[in-house]
T-cell receptor
Framework: QKEVEQDPGPLSVPEGAIVSLNCTYSNSAFQYFMWYRQYSRKGPELLMYTYSSGNKEDGRFTAQVDKSSKYISLFIRDSQPSDSATYLC???????????FGKGTHLIIQP | EAGVAQSPRYKIIEKRQSVAFWCNPISGHATLYWYQQILGQGPKLLIQFQNNGVVDDSQLPKDRFSAERLKGVDSTLKIQPAKLEDSAVYLC?????????????FGPGTRLTVL
């Protein structure tokens, strides 16, 4: 079992829909949870990070962490074609600074 | 603020050849990371530097991969000799320092194809 599991998709939704992206993890030592967005042939860019269980909102994006279930989510409201990208969940903790990434979910927003 | 710079952007070599990648982190960032991203996978940490010292190289295949950050700024990652399975994007990232949730800023990556 990989430390971080993420469905690679592709996930295709119409413009304006609410998108839900998820990851599960097995390492209880993870303390910080992040979502990165990666456009084709670009490096990942940080969208959101959370530390504790609960929700964190930033504009159209909401990150949710449930440490008891080892489950994190990213919600995108009013999705736009420009949101089409690969979304990577990443985790950090246990004394290590390096990030452990999921495979990434390829998201397609249809105009 | 200039981002993380990497070169070359693309490299094609034959197996058993050697190759080197260069990274210039964001000015003032003490921590530098190299990640390997194989097609269809998330990035995997290869090595972490704090200034010019190695903090974590537990996932670096040391029989063929080496990295250095001599003056605590630029870094080079070398593969010698390359194998087919080394085909991947090599991402460099930097953060202000280590510890806690420090944002890691990624460069555009070097796409390596080994034939």
């Amino acid at each position: 079992q990989k430390e971080v599991e993420q469905d690679p998709g592709p996930l295709s939704v119409p413009e304006g829909a609410i998108v839900s992206l998820n990851c599960t993890y097995s390492n209880s030592a993870f303390q910080y949870f992040m979502w990165y967005r990666q456009y084709s042939r670009k490096g990942p860019e940080l969208l959101m990070y959370t530390y504790s269980s609960g929700n964190k909102e930033d504009g159209r994006f909401t990150a949710q962490v449930d440490k008891s279930s080892k489950y994190i989510s990213l919600f995108i409201r009013d999705s736009q074609p420009s949101d089409s990208a690969t979304y990577l969940c990443a985790m950090q903790g246990g004394g290590a600074d390096g990030l452990t990434f999921g495979k990434g979910t390829h998201l397609i927003i249809q105009p | 603020e200039a981002g993380v710079a990497q070169s070359p952007r693309y490299k094609i070599i034959e197996k058993r050849q050697s190759v080197a990648f260069w990274c210039n982190p964001i000015s003032g960032h003490a921590t530098l990371y190299w990640y390997q991203q194989i097609l269809g996978q998330g990035p995997k940490l290869l090595i972490q530097f704090q200034n010019n010292g190695v903090v974590d190289d537990s996932q670096l295949p040391k029989d063929r991969f080496s990295a250095e950050r001599l003056k605590g700024v630029d870094s080079t990652l070398k593969i010698q000799p390359a194998k087919l399975e080394d085909s991947a994007v090599y991402l460099c990232a930097s953060s202000l320092t280590s510890g806690g949730a420090r944002e890691q800023f990624f460069g555009p990556g070097t796409r390596l194809t080994v034939l």
